[in-house]
């Protein structure tokens, strides 16, 4: 092969973007060096510069070498044997190119993390064989599944020190499947290693024969990202405006999804004015395609008018196109978000203001519970509610990570100042307030009972009839016990000549939910669609019976909004964690069937009975 096959193959090979995250002393720094290392893509110089810090700083013990100081390259780090700054390092295989952000596991780094998970393909989440699935190793798992990557590699390190022990490892990766099922991770393999020894980092190791799979480098080399790109949607912000003379005006940008071709339609946005692709430019010569990441220039058959910060899409599929946006939230400074101070968003090539319009919570990413707050801080996370100037072109983030993503800049500071998720646009109504977060949802609770119509026959009427006010029982429990108190009550209220009905899960997640995924991120229209299904029944004048296996304060809060002016009654069985100030009843999950059933009557007398009817 001569030097110019060889120059053109290598420009040609797949380019991988992957990060390392989990705990502190975990490993990653190591993991990277040894990969690195026993690759043989370290230089002699930097080889022996290696060996000569070794020998100052060094920790890995005696006779052995510290592999993680050709990435901690800080003297802070060195010093303490942490990360603390994303380290970027570039090496290339004979299959593959590579790009490795080593981020840092403090969780005072956590936007450090977040900015090397930004751009990445796959995540590799390192778990320390002797303490497995800890705090930090949720923290970054939920990180990663907030910025949307689609290939996870979980490496169980330091086997070593367990004796290769097959049952440690796969205890690891059972606790890692339980934790990780609600963030419903796609693409994850499991892996034992010892970074330090190089036992199946680079070759499978004959120390761990019990593994069947792949060594950690072939599976990098072979792992399909392409697969996961948006070829669908072609979107291309524009960036410049070119008319070099009176023959010529063309629209510079990068196509950041899908492909493009000449004599395709496209419409402009937010003009919507339409034409067809005449030609796409490059220094190099027009191409017959283009397609996401390259950057070119589009000429059009027909005269229109479109500026930078505008967008260029195919006629039969459009973004969204709205002013008025709800997103998730990670906070990167000192100075926290709040309600009602306007930023400067980028988003694509447009910049504009944006208000903070309402902030619904925080997400406690250890326990991925959330709670109602009045500002965000460094390093949390949250989702938030913005009023911009400009309209936005955006797809949600899920779909789309380019144009569903969106960075803050502080306008007095001019630093970034977060970076968001979009998750969806809201409804604004007429008086122009949005009707989609939950303060407008409690706002906006005398302006549904003003539009709700009713029928000829009054709630008064239905419980005159019915002997009880309708009245929403809600059971939370994650055992089967919590199932069966509920069905026994709607049978015992039904056995009184009252009006009980009991809805299990089951037939919400297969009917009216059948279109969403019981996981985190769709958890809140899983609560939206039960309230306001509860609000309906209760309406109805029925005691309505239903339960979930896991809410926290924030999903009661909204239950309690939605069922509104009808009353919820909640009910938790054993230890289930909500706040106290939400829960009407707390019974113990291994009382007597009997007793449990009389003291929830009573309860529910005292809520539902009129007064001269009881239960």
């Not at 060594?215 to 792992?223: F, N």
């Not at 196109?321 to 926290?336: F, K, L, R, Y």
């Not at 969806?424 to 007429?430: A, C, I, M, N, P």
């Amino acid at each position: 092969m001569d030097i110019d096959q060889f120059l053109n193959q290598h420009e040609n090979k797949s380019l991988l973007r992957l990060l390392t995250c989990g705990s502190v002393d975990d490993g990653k720094s190591t993991l990277i060096g040894r990969l690195l290392y026993d690759s043989k893509l370290i230089f002699d110089d930097q080889i022996s510069a290696l060996h000569a810090d070794n020998e100052k700083v060094g920790n890995a013990g005696e006779g052995e070498i510290d592999y993680a100081l050709l990435l901690d390259g800080l003297k802070a780090e060195r010093e303490q044997g942490i990360t603390i700054d994303v380290a970027y390092r570039y090496f290339a295989t004979p299959k593959r190119k590579f790009i490795i952000a080593d981020t840092p596991g403090h969780e005072q780094y956590t936007r450090n993390m977040a900015t090397g998970a930004s751009t990445a393909d796959l995540a590799l989440i390192l778990i320390d064989a002797r303490y497995g699935v800890i705090t930090q190793t949720k923290r970054h798992t939920f990180l990663v599944s907030l910025l949307g990557l689609k290939h996870i590699v979980v490496v169980v390190n330091k086997m070593d020190l367990k004796d290769f022990d097959e049952s440690v490892f796969k205890s690891i990766c059972a606790d890692f499947k339980a934790f990780s099922a609600e963030l419903n991770l796609p693409n994850v393999t499991f892996i034992p290693i010892s970074a330090l020894k190089g036992d199946n980092v680079v070759e499978k190791s004959e120390r761990i024969p019990w593994y069947s799979g792949q060594a950690l480098l072939p599976i990098l080399e072979e792992v399909d990202v392409v697969a996961a790109a948006n070829l669908d949607d072609f979107r291309f912000p524009v960036q410049l405006v070119s008319r070099p003379d009176l023959d010529f005006r063309g629209f510079a940008g990068t196509v950041v999804s899908g492909t493009v071709r000449p004599g395709d339609k496209i419409k402009a946005l937010p003009s919507l004015k339409q034409s067809t692709i005449k030609r796409i430019v490059t220094a190099d010569g027009d191409l017959d395609e283009a397609f996401a990441p390259q950057s070119v220039m589009l000429e059009l058959n027909d005269e229109i008018d479109i500026s930078n910060g505008e967008m260029i899409v195919h006629a039969e599929n459009l973004p969204q196109i709205s002013t008025h946006i709800e997103a998730s939230m990670v906070w990167m400074t000192e100075t926290p978000l709040k309600e009602g101070k306007t930023y400067i968003i980028r988003h694509t090539s447009r910049t504009t203001k944006a208000k903070i319009t309402e902030l619904k919570f925080h997400v406690d990413i250890n326990t991925l519970q959330k709670h109602p707050t009045k500002e965000l801080q460094l390093n949390e996370i949250g989702r938030i509610v913005l009023t911009t100037h400009l309209p936005l072109f955006f797809d949600p983030y899920v779909k789309n990570r380019e144009t569903g993503s969106f960075i803050l800049i502080d306008p007095i500071t001019n630093v970034t100042a977060g970076a968001g998720m979009i998750e969806r646009h809201l409804t604004v109504d007429k008086a122009g307030a949005d009707v989609g977060g939950e303060r407008s949802v409690i706002n906006s609770v005398d302006r549904r009972e003003f539009l709700w119509e009713q029928g000829r026959v009054t709630p008064g009427n239905r419980a005159q009839r019915n002997r009880h006010k309708g009245k929403w029982v809600l059971f939370i429990g994650d055992d089967q016990r919590t199932q069966k108190l509920a069905k026994d009550l709607e049978y015992k209220l039904f056995n009184k000549k009252l009006q009980s009905y009991y809805l299990g899960l089951s037939n919400l997640t297969e009917g009216l939910e059948a279109d969403i995924g019981d996981n985190f991120w769709d958890r809140e229209e899983h609560i939206r669609r039960i309230g306001e299904l509860g609000r309906i029944m209760t309406d109805a004048g029925l005691i309505f019976i239903s339960s979930l296996d896991r809410v926290d304060d924030y999903d009661l809060t909204r239950l309690k909004v939605l069922n509104s002016p009808n009353e919820l009654l909640v009910i938790a069985i054993g230890d289930s964690v909500v706040n106290a100030r939400h829960i009407n009843l707390q019974l113990r999950s291994d009382g007597d069937t009997a007793e449990l059933i009389k003291a929830i009557e009573a309860e529910l007398d005292r809520h539902t009975g009129l007064p001269e009817y009881t239960i």
